[in-house]
Nanobody, 119 residues
Framework: QVQLVESGGGLVQPGGSLRLSCAAS????????MGWYRQAPGKQRELVGF???????TYADSVKGRFTISDDNAKNTVNLQMNSLKPEDTAVYYC?????????????WGQGTQVTVSS
């Protein structure tokens, strides 16, 4: 069974850094695409970025150059390194795993972790 357990959220000052981790149980990184999403109050959930097989990454324009997604096959963990944080980065951040199939995708979500950027 796939389970996604997140950690690392908290309060950080503007310009600071934070590292989120997602422990992905039952996930094969050669099959699943791992992603990070976020949802701010009053806004829709949006894609932050994702990593696919081979370590290829894609990022939203709003975080490009500041955030980095990486995976650790040995530990089955996906990380989100966030640098140069801005108040507008404040949101609940979610880990996501997707596996495609002929009948439609299998999609799993973590519980979410709060990131607050404020002075």
């Amino acid at each position: 069974q796939v389970q996604l357990v997140e950690s690392g959220g908290g309060l950080v000052q503007p310009g600071g850094s934070l590292r989120l981790s997602c422990a992905a149980s039952g996930v094969d990184f050669s099959i699943y695409v791992m992603g990070w999403y976020r949802q701010a109050p009053g806004k829709q959930r949006e894609l932050v970025g994702f990593v696919a097989s081979g370590g290829r990454t894609t990022y939203a324009d709003s975080v490009k150059g500041r955030f980095t997604i990486s995976d650790d096959n040995a530990k089955n963990t996906v990380n989100l390194q966030m640098n140069s944080l801005k108040p507008e980065d404040t949101a609940v951040y979610y880990c996501n795993a997707v596996r495609s199939s002929a009948g439609g995708p299998y999609i799993y979500w973590g519980q979410g972790t709060q990131v607050t950027v404020s002075s």
